[in-house]
């Protein structure tokens, strides 16, 4: 399972034309806990999940494409964070400590 680049700022219309499960990970790459963070996922049963699409957006050299999402689902920007759209719709998001690959599982299988 490889990450997919999140470059392109119009990311709204790429999650709009999918059916599949989009999980965004923002992650710094001068970031410790970031690091920490994107390990800890990477490790986890969710990332080999084949329903899923995983993109990785590097929060430094794409801040723009992270600003676009924070406003459009009225979400604070932060890093190391995840967001998950199923339909669409944003159904979980959480930050550093608080991403719990357990329970974004749990939703998904609601």
């Not at 923002?26 to 806990?33: E, F, N, T, V």
């Not at 957006?57 to 604070?76: D, G, P, Y």
Request: net charge neutral.
């Amino acid at each position: 399972m490889s990450w997919q680049p999140l470059s392109d700022n119009d990311i709204m219309s790429q999650l709009n034309n999918v059916s599949t499960i989009q999980i965004i990970f923002k992650h710094s790459p001068r970031c410790g806990i970031s690091a920490m963070a994107l390990r800890r996922f990477e490790k986890s049963s969710l990332f080999g999940r084949e329903d899923c699409d995983f993109w990785l957006l590097n929060v430094l050299e794409h801040r723009s494409i992270s600003n676009n999402l924070a406003a459009e689902f009225n979400v604070r920007h932060e890093s190391p964070q995840v967001m998950v759209f199923d339909a669409k719709n944003l159904v979980y998001h959480a930050s550093h400590s608080y991403i719990d690959t357990d329970e974004i599982v749990r939703i998904l299988k609601k």
